[in-house]
């Protein structure tokens, strides 16, 4: 069996994330000490359910904080526990700290996120803190945060504090969050970019700027989600600020699950919004496999002293050092790292058992409370979760040539800027002002594509001829690497163009709802008359064709 070609393969792609975990590490650096005392006050925020049992140590080890003005505020979310009397019993020995009460969780909020947007609005101070209730503070870590805050000058910044690991499967898995994050990420990019494409974080621990957290929206823009670690840096670089990452292993520690169980339901409970979801898992699972599992198989199956042994034991190797240097550099697990290829193994079964249980429409249960899947029953969700929906929708409406959308909203008298975007066949479209007719802009999300039918449908035969359409395709979420693959859908199932913006700048410019059409009427110069975001209704239906026809009768 000739396996010099699958053990070269398996060489080189073990290489990648190897060597980029190691130039990563030049970057991903811990927090300096504190050359003086934080000028800017720090608001800490926990949002807290059920945590009777790291409550107090939490809070003991933020009260120990030192070098920084800062205030605590627990939100208590409805725990059935002793949470709120051990959180009162502390406020009652310390000013700083705060309980407060979460209001009744609103249909379609994701616990934590919408704990998270509550306690913003409560914080006092410049600096936002969000942590786990599960985190415990070193006592310089606020004075050290704040003051990266203001040498980064970033808006967002995150990092994954020190894993404290008791069963197996934590040893094995746990440490896998370094690994991922600094195999696949390109830091240097990432720091010079704000591209949602780099957008990176630990939900554990964040620190935010509260005139950023408010201007782009925070976590009620991912208020479905379950994974605040990747979607709340992208919900700041699409309003275009900068997000950062920095090594928070002295600085603060978490033991995330107690339990082998605990640990296969945490890890899965928001993959399918991360490894797991549909455009990622397939490379993604090629890519580690190919890596991390292949070259110990080859290692196992060559002769020794052949080329391919040779190639093998060079790609384990390669494999094995970001899982050395990170047992030593982040205080891991070593029989974690030394099972690697089993870990990985065991990290792709979680995934794929995740996405299937998404696939079968089957909530996830975190803390007490179900989460269904956000997009319903199988035989709908193969279709969405491929953009080519969003791409029928939008032909649909160009080729109909019938539209008009209206409400009024903040964009409302505002001009929309001119833009270039490239179609699906990579022919550039100048969209400038004025222009000879009045025109509707629509741009949405894969989401938000399944709100537009309606509208075209009830619409079309309204305005034909009198208002030009044009659609853009918010893909600004989409990885580098599968902008091809998109590219390839739309061409092949639709001849019509449909504008990508792969940077997410138009939509963040026009203030964008996520997950929603979003849809602008626009007079010839660009200015914005009319603004409707979310389903089509009746009553938003009346008032936009009113707009509609006044500004078709006036041109």
């Excluded at 199932?493 to 940077?503: G, T």
């Amino acid at each position: 069996m000739n396996l010099e070609i699958p053990a070269l393969i398996a060489l080189g792609m073990a290489a990648i994330p190897g060597g980029l975990f190691l130039a990563n590490l030049r970057i991903y650096r811990p927090l300096a000490k504190p050359k003086t005392p934080a000028g800017t006050p720090v608001s800490v925020l926990i949002p807290a359910r059920n945590e009777q049992t790291n409550i107090r140590a939490t809070l003991e080890a933020a009260r120990a904080n030192r070098g920084a003005e800062f205030e605590v505020i627990v939100l208590d979310d409805h725990s059935t526990d002793g949470t709120a009397r051990i959180v009162a019993d502390v406020a009652a020995r310390d000013a700083r700290v705060r309980l407060e009460t979460a209001p009744p969780l609103p249909a379609g909020w994701c616990g934590k996120q919408h704990a998270c947007h509550v306690l913003a609005r409560q914080a006092r101070h410049p600096l936002l803190v969000f942590m786990d209730a599960d985190v415990r503070l070193e006592p310089e870590a606020l004075a050290r945060m704040a003051q990266f805050m203001t040498e980064r000058r970033a808006a967002l910044a995150s990092g994954v504090p020190r894993q404290e690991l008791g069963t197996f499967s934590e040893r094995l898995l746990i440490p896998l969050i370094h690994f991922i994050l600094l195999g696949f990420l390109p830091m240097r990019t990432m720091r010079r970019t704000k591209s949602p494409a780099f957008s990176a974080g630990c939900g554990q621990l964040f620190i935010a700027r509260r005139d950023a957290y408010l201007s782009c929206g925070g976590h009620e823009q991912l208020r479905d989600s379950l994974h605040d670690g990747i979607k709340l840096p992208r919900v700041f670089r699409r309003a275009g600020f900068h997000t950062d990452l920095f090594d928070a292993t002295d600085i603060a520690t978490c033991r995330m699950y107690r339990t082998n169980a605990d640990t296969w339901r945490g890890l899965g409970k928001n993959a399918t919004e991360g490894l797991a979801a549909p455009a990622t898992i397939i490379p993604m699972t090629l890519l580690l496999l190919g890596g991390q599992v292949l070259p110990f198989i080859c290692l196992f199956l060559a002769r020794p002293g052949s080329w391919a042994f040779a190639f093998s034991a060079i790609g384990g190797g390669l494999a094995l050092i970001p899982r050395v240097v990170g047992a030593q550099r982040f205080q891991q697990s070593w029989p974690g790292a030394l099972l690697h290829p089993f870990g990985i193994l065991c990290l792709l079964g979680i995934q794929w058992h995740a996405l299937g249980r998404k696939y079968l429409g089957r909530p996830m249960q975190w803390k007490g409370r179900d989460y269904l899947p956000t997009q319903g029953h199988i035989k709908t969700k193969v279709a969405r979760v491929t953009l080519a929906l969003f791409g029928a929708m939008l032909v649909s409406a160009m080729n109909s040539r019938a539209e008009a959308f209206t409400t009024p909203a903040a964009t409302t008298n505002l001009i929309c800027p001119g833009f270039e975007l490239p179609d699906q066949f990579g022919t550039n479209h100048t969209v400038s002002f004025p222009r000879p007719n009045p025109t509707v802009l629509i741009v949405a999300d894969r989401k938000g594509s399944e709100q537009i039918e309606a509208w075209v449908a009830a619409l079309k035969g309204r305005y034909h001829g009198r208002l030009t359409l044009i659609g853009v395709a918010d893909v600004g979420g989409a990885p580098s690497w599968v902008h091809g693959l998109i590219r390839s859908s739309f061409r092949k199932k639709y001849p019509y163009p449909i504008l990508l913006d792969w940077s997410g700048r138009l939509p963040a410019g026009l203030h964008c709802q996520k997950d929603s059409a979003n849809v602008f009427l626009l007079d010839p110069t660009g200015r914005i008359l009319a603004t409707e975001r979310g389903e089509y209704g009746e009553e938003a239906r009346r008032r936009l064709m009113e707009r509609a026809d006044l500004t078709v009768r006036t041109e």
